[in-house]
Protein backbone atom coordinates (compact mmCIF):
# COMPACT_ATOMS: atom_id res chain seq x y z
CA UNK A 1 0.00 0.00 0.00
CA UNK A 2 1.27 3.39 -1.28
CA UNK A 3 0.55 6.44 1.09
CA UNK A 4 1.24 9.95 0.62
CA UNK A 5 4.25 11.13 -1.38
CA UNK A 6 4.50 14.39 1.60
CA UNK A 7 4.34 14.03 4.76
CA UNK A 8 2.18 12.77 7.44
CA UNK A 9 -0.68 14.51 9.03
CA UNK A 10 -3.40 14.25 11.24
CA UNK A 11 -5.63 13.53 8.07
CA UNK A 12 -3.56 11.41 5.86
CA UNK A 13 -2.92 9.41 9.64
CA UNK A 14 -6.29 9.58 9.78
CA UNK A 15 -7.63 8.26 6.54
CA UNK A 16 -4.88 5.30 6.37
CA UNK A 17 -6.13 4.40 9.67
CA UNK A 18 -9.91 4.38 8.76
CA UNK A 19 -8.91 2.41 5.82
CA UNK A 20 -6.94 -0.31 7.80
CA UNK A 21 -9.02 -0.45 10.56
CA UNK A 22 -12.37 -0.08 8.31
CA UNK A 23 -14.49 -2.65 10.15
CA UNK A 24 -13.80 -1.05 13.60
CA UNK A 25 -13.32 2.58 12.86
CA UNK A 26 -14.80 4.60 15.10
CA UNK A 27 -14.07 7.99 13.81
CA UNK A 28 -12.60 10.83 13.67
CA UNK A 29 -12.89 13.38 16.87
CA UNK A 30 -14.03 10.56 19.14
CA UNK A 31 -14.78 11.95 23.52
CA UNK A 32 -13.98 9.91 25.71
CA UNK A 33 -16.56 8.79 28.31
CA UNK A 34 -15.91 10.79 31.83
CA UNK A 35 -13.95 13.87 30.16
CA UNK A 36 -15.19 16.70 27.94
CA UNK A 37 -12.12 16.34 25.80
CA UNK A 38 -11.64 14.97 22.26
CA UNK A 39 -9.31 12.60 20.78
CA UNK A 40 -8.33 13.03 16.98
CA UNK A 41 -9.97 9.99 16.00
CA UNK A 42 -10.62 5.93 17.51
CA UNK A 43 -10.88 2.37 16.56
CA UNK A 44 -10.85 -1.26 18.41
CA UNK A 45 -8.67 -3.62 18.05
CA UNK A 46 -10.80 -6.65 18.80
CA UNK A 47 -10.38 -6.30 22.65
CA UNK A 48 -10.30 -2.50 23.45
CA UNK A 49 -10.46 1.12 22.46
CA UNK A 50 -7.90 2.70 21.20
CA UNK A 51 -7.64 6.60 20.76
CA UNK A 52 -4.74 8.30 18.48
CA UNK A 53 -3.70 11.78 18.70
CA UNK A 54 -1.91 13.00 16.09
CA UNK A 55 0.75 15.27 18.02
CA UNK A 56 1.67 18.20 16.38
CA UNK A 57 4.80 20.67 17.44
CA UNK A 58 2.10 21.97 19.47
CA UNK A 59 2.45 19.26 21.86
CA UNK A 60 6.34 19.66 22.11
CA UNK A 61 5.71 23.81 22.58
CA UNK A 62 3.44 24.47 24.98
CA UNK A 63 3.60 23.10 28.88
CA UNK A 64 -0.05 23.48 29.17
CA UNK A 65 -1.00 21.79 25.72
CA UNK A 66 1.27 18.92 27.71
CA UNK A 67 -0.61 19.12 30.45
CA UNK A 68 -4.02 18.44 28.79
CA UNK A 69 -2.46 15.84 26.94
CA UNK A 70 -1.72 13.91 30.20
CA UNK A 71 -5.10 14.19 31.38
CA UNK A 72 -6.30 12.97 28.16
CA UNK A 73 -4.37 10.05 28.50
CA UNK A 74 -5.26 9.48 32.01
CA UNK A 75 -8.62 9.94 31.33
CA UNK A 76 -8.44 7.18 28.76
CA UNK A 77 -6.47 5.26 30.90
CA UNK A 78 -9.38 4.95 33.46
CA UNK A 79 -11.95 4.15 30.85
CA UNK A 80 -9.57 1.27 29.53
CA UNK A 81 -8.46 2.63 26.20
CA UNK A 82 -5.18 2.46 25.01
CA UNK A 83 -3.41 5.75 24.14
CA UNK A 84 -1.51 5.95 20.85
CA UNK A 85 0.14 9.55 19.92
CA UNK A 86 1.72 9.79 17.20
CA UNK A 87 5.05 12.81 16.61
CA UNK A 88 4.53 14.97 13.89
CA UNK A 89 8.09 14.21 13.21
CA UNK A 90 7.74 10.17 12.84
CA UNK A 91 6.11 9.35 9.15
CA UNK A 92 3.83 6.43 8.65
CA UNK A 93 5.63 3.57 7.24
CA UNK A 94 5.31 -0.03 8.14
CA UNK A 95 7.56 0.30 10.62
CA UNK A 96 5.85 3.27 12.84
CA UNK A 97 2.24 0.97 11.26
CA UNK A 98 3.77 -1.80 13.54
CA UNK A 99 5.60 0.53 16.39
CA UNK A 100 2.30 2.26 17.47
CA UNK A 101 -0.74 -0.17 15.83
CA UNK A 102 0.67 -3.92 15.96
CA UNK A 103 -0.45 -4.10 12.21
CA UNK A 104 1.51 -5.64 9.71
CA UNK A 105 1.20 -4.16 6.40
CA UNK A 106 3.55 -2.62 3.86
CA UNK A 107 3.00 1.44 3.90
CA UNK A 108 5.11 2.93 1.74
CA UNK A 109 5.92 6.65 1.64
CA UNK A 110 8.24 8.72 0.03
CA UNK A 111 8.69 11.27 2.73
CA UNK A 112 11.81 10.39 5.37
CA UNK A 113 11.33 10.90 9.04
CA UNK A 114 12.59 13.44 11.02
CA UNK A 115 12.64 17.38 11.03
CA UNK A 116 12.67 17.80 7.57
CA UNK A 117 10.75 20.40 6.15
CA UNK A 118 9.36 22.36 9.68
CA UNK A 119 10.89 24.98 11.71
CA UNK A 120 9.47 23.66 14.62
CA UNK A 121 13.13 21.98 16.40
CA UNK A 122 13.84 20.83 19.64
CA UNK A 123 15.46 24.13 20.35
CA UNK A 124 11.69 25.32 20.37
CA UNK A 125 10.23 23.00 22.02
CA UNK A 126 9.32 23.29 26.48
CA UNK A 127 11.23 21.98 28.85
CA UNK A 128 8.40 19.04 29.08
CA UNK A 129 8.07 19.01 25.29
CA UNK A 130 11.99 17.77 25.64
CA UNK A 131 11.31 15.06 27.91
CA UNK A 132 8.80 14.34 25.88
CA UNK A 133 10.55 13.97 22.71
CA UNK A 134 13.51 12.52 24.10
CA UNK A 135 11.16 9.09 25.63
CA UNK A 136 9.20 9.16 22.54
CA UNK A 137 13.02 9.17 20.45
CA UNK A 138 14.16 6.41 22.61
CA UNK A 139 11.37 4.26 22.04
CA UNK A 140 10.98 4.43 18.15
CA UNK A 141 12.29 1.13 16.19
CA UNK A 142 16.62 2.24 15.74
CA UNK A 143 16.32 2.94 11.91
CA UNK A 144 13.25 5.83 12.79
CA UNK A 145 15.25 7.14 15.54
CA UNK A 146 18.63 7.07 13.61
CA UNK A 147 16.40 8.54 10.34
CA UNK A 148 14.98 11.28 13.02
CA UNK A 149 18.87 12.29 14.11
CA UNK A 150 20.71 12.30 10.93
CA UNK A 151 17.60 15.24 9.90
CA UNK A 152 18.63 17.11 13.15
CA UNK A 153 22.48 16.59 12.01
CA UNK A 154 20.88 18.26 8.84
CA UNK A 155 18.91 20.97 10.30
CA UNK A 156 21.69 21.90 12.54
CA UNK A 157 24.51 21.71 9.15
CA UNK A 158 21.76 24.55 7.73
CA UNK A 159 20.43 26.38 10.40
CA UNK A 160 23.33 26.59 13.57
CA UNK A 161 23.24 24.16 16.25
CA UNK A 162 21.71 26.64 18.96
CA UNK A 163 18.62 26.94 16.75
CA UNK A 164 17.60 23.35 16.13
CA UNK A 165 19.21 21.43 19.50
CA UNK A 166 18.80 23.04 23.24
CA UNK A 167 22.02 21.85 24.87
CA UNK A 168 20.14 18.89 26.71
CA UNK A 169 19.76 16.86 23.62
CA UNK A 170 23.08 18.12 21.57
CA UNK A 171 24.63 14.29 22.34
CA UNK A 172 22.52 13.29 19.84
CA UNK A 173 24.83 14.33 17.14
CA UNK A 174 28.19 14.25 19.14
CA UNK A 175 30.40 12.43 16.38
Known amino acids: MRIAKNYTTQTTLA????????DSWKGDEIVVPGSRRRWDMAYSDGTQIVVVEYDGDEHYRH??????????DMAAATEGYRVVRFPYWVQLDTSTLWHYFKVERN??????????????????????????????LASLPHPVSSAVVDSLRARTEEHGLQY???STLRYLIAA
Request: hydrophobic residues 35%; proline residues 6%; contains cysteine.
Open 15 to 22: STLAEIFR
Open 107 to 136: LHTDFPHGFITTKHFPASFCELGIERFRTE
Open 164 to 166: VLP
Open 63 to 72: SIKIKVDQEK
